[in-house]
């Protein structure tokens, strides 16, 4: 079965830290991918997406994410995160229909 | 561009009543989406249209939940009757095609709660 999956719950970093956040997808063929970020009682904001060429994505805020086709996988980075940063993160593919997962809570401490 | 529109943002409701949500896609774009959002779950989708046409709609509790997008430009979602189970976060998106190349655009929900 297709499935998204986001191992990491819950993550919390200190601020000036690296941040890591893993997406791993379950699919036939190399789907689209997305990460979106979703503040507390806001919408749902892409943070970047992959459709072909470069495995290395660059988005929004600082974020940037690898895709890899031998681990399916679809981890997003940031080098130093900021105290806006903490969030709820959602991996996404896009096989004809966007499905997500869990996501994951960065919580970032002083 | 205007955003995705959805009403209302917040509605309470007893169990067993009924409700209805409101959705405007993005000018032009085929393709509509809505999604349920249960708190600390990641979104799933309910019911996926292409124009007015039910592409997907294999996660629609459809004896409760019902659909539809008439004129394949806005849209509604409506709960009959609504249980508990059913508070959550409704988010409708839009893309321009199926397979959102052009990108998905979600509104900012409607927060339902079923007391």
């Known amino acids: 079965a297709q499935s998204v999956t986001q191992p990491d719950i819950h993550i919390t970093v200190s601020e000036g830290a690296s941040l890591e956040l893993r997406c791993n997808y379950s699919y036939g063929a190399t789907p689209y991918l997305f990460w979106y970020v979703q503040s507390p009682g806001q919408g749902l904001q892409l943070l970047l997406k992959?459709?072909?060429?470069?495995?290395l994505v660059q988005g929004i805020k600082g974020f940037e994410a690898e895709f890899k086709r031998s681990q399916s996988s679809f981890n997003l980075r940031k080098p130093s995160v900021h105290w806006s940063d903490a969030a709820e993160y959602f991996c996404?593919?896009?096989?004809?229909?966007?499905?997500f997962g869990a996501g994951t809570t960065v919580t970032v401490r002083a | 561009e205007a955003g995705v529109a959805q009403s209302p943002r917040y509605k309470i409701i007893e169990k067993r009543q009924s409700v209805a949500f409101w959705c405007n896609p993005i000018s032009g774009h085929a393709t509509l989406y809505w999604y349920q959002q249960i708190l600390g779950q990641g979104p799933k989708l309910l019911i996926q249209f292409q124009n007015n046409g039910v592409v997907d709609d294999s996660q629609l509790p459809k004896d409760r939940f019902s659909a539809e997008r008439l004129k394949g430009v806005d849209s509604t979602l409506k709960i009959q009757p609504a249980k508990l189970e059913d508070s959550a976060v409704y988010l409708c998106?839009?893309?321009?095609?199926?397979?959102?190349?052009?990108?998905?655009?979600f509104g900012s929900g409607t927060r339902l709660t079923v007391v």
């Open positions: 992959y459709f072909s060429g470069d495995t």
């Open positions: 998106a839009s893309s321009l095609d199926r397979q959102g190349e052009g990108g998905y655009t």
């Open positions: 996404a593919v896009d096989d004809y229909k966007l499905s």
